[in-house]
Each structure stands twice: as C-alpha cells, then as structure tokens.
C-alpha cells in the first residue's frame, strides 16, 4: 500500500504549521504551564488547530489525537497523532530545534511519521514500507556495534535516576565514543541518519513517538520501549541503530 497521499498532505500540514509558529515566535507571546509544568503557547494551539483542520479536509473519516486536546476516533481505523511543537521549552527560549511532529497510526501501528524542524528548513519523513528520507534524500541507520565507536544521547536526565538507569548510567555512559544531548527529537533523527547511534527518552507521551518510530524503523533503525515492548504507550522509547540493540538491551536487563 502506498501511502504518497498521506505523505503529501501531512508535510503541507506541517509546513503551514510551521509557518505560523515562526510568525508567532517573531511576533511575541506569553507562555502559560500546564497542569504538568510543560509550558504552552498559542503557536502550539494554533499550529494542531491548523494541521487538524489541513487533514481533516484530506481524509475526513481519520480520527486524531493532538497534545493540545484534540481528538476523535473516526471511522477509519486510523489516526492521526500529532505533536504541534515538540520542545515547547526550546521556542519558549528561541532555540532551533523545536519540530512539528505528525504521525499517522493505522490499527495501531505508526505507518506515516513527519518531522519538520522549522528553524532548520529541515524535513524528515517516512511511510511503512517506502523507506524513510531527509528532505528527499533516502536515510538510514548507522552500522555501528560497538560502545567505543557510538555516540549516544539520554535526553531528560532530570528523569533518569529511577531504574532501569539509576546510579548505572553514567558508568555506561563512560564507555561510549560521545554523549551528546541536542534536544530531544533532532537526537532521533541523528539515529535515524546514521549519525548518532542510540537516542533514549525516559518520559514522553504518544505524540512525541508515533511519528518518529515510524522514520527510525523504515530507516532500519530499531525502536522499543524501556520495557521491551513494541508500543508508543509505554510513556518511554529508545531508539538505536541495528548493531548497538544487544547492548541496549543488556543494560535495561531485557
């Protein structure tokens, strides 16, 4: 099954999305916190409203799931899981590597992901089956397997220090080629393009992974979470490139 349509629609979403968060961010705003601490702002509620209302009109029988609340089942058996902003926090503070992240699930299973990084110009895409690219350029994991030639990233480490980490990490951490911690999902689409080889996100939400597990797995990259399970729900994720998965999987004890 193709699914060029999808693709086609959910990076003009992402693109009008975009637009409209930089024209916000050049035009000044007030950021509010939720009843999680994240910040919010109205180039997150304006950018879902305006990807929700693009799609919609493309495949009106989809459901969607939105982090800024929207929502529906639709009759299609698929959904949209959307992201207006993922690193809210880095254009709260104009930093460049905030994303637009647009997933499309089918029975479940992420088949569609978008990854736009505004400030970046730059465009990361894939559907099941159909490779995962780079502004148009195919990508694909790093052949990397071992620690002394890896370069990884643990993002959040304010959220580590429960286990399967725990006081372990940082001697683990200590036998890898580099550490290094961009933000969140730029980490993940350095793996997915083989320039990084293991991302691992302690606490994330749906949105932030349907999209991207989609772009790692077809960028043969592979992708669980911390559990083991192939699920976006599990509230974690890592993401590694093929030959770095057996040491991943040791240190969480899977």
Request: with cysteine; proline share 6%.
């Amino acid at each position: 099954m193709s699914y060029d349509n999808e693709l086609f629609h959910a990076q003009a979403a992402a693109r009008k999305a975009g637009e409209a968060c930089i024209r916000i961010l050049n035009e000044g705003f007030v950021a509010e916190t939720k009843s999680d601490d994240s910040p919010v702002t109205r180039a997150d509620k304006e950018s879902e409203r305006l990807i929700v209302s693009i799609l919609s009109e493309a495949f009106p029988e989809d459901g969607f799931l939105g982090e800024e609340g929207a929502s529906g089942d639709g009759t299609s058996g698929r959904r949209w899981i959307i992201d207006p902003i993922d690193g809210t926090r880095d254009f709260v503070r104009n930093n460049r590597l905030w994303a637009i992240l647009i997933g499309l699930e089918e029975k479940g299973e992420p088949v569609v992901g978008i990854c736009y990084l505004p400030m970046l110009g730059e465009m990361y895409y894939a559907a099941k089956g159909q490779g995962a690219f780079w502004d148009g350029k195919p990508i694909h994991a790093s052949t990397v397997a071992d620690t002394k030639q890896a370069v990884i990233c643990v993002n959040k480490l304010n959220a580590v220090t429960n286990p399967p980490f725990g006081p372990r990490l940082l001697d683990w951490l200590a036998g890898f080629w580099c550490v290094r911690v961009f933000g969140g999902i730029y980490d993940a689409m350095l793996v997915a393009s083989g320039r990084m080889e293991i991302w691992m996100e302690p606490s994330v939400a749906p949105w932030d992974l349907c999209a991207p597990s989609c772009i790692l797995r077809e960028a043969g990259a592979k992708f669980f979470a911390l559990s083991g399970k192939d699920s976006i729900y599990e509230g974690n994720g890592v993401a590694c490139a093929p030959g770095m998965e057996p040491e991943v999987r040791r240190f969480l004890g899977l």
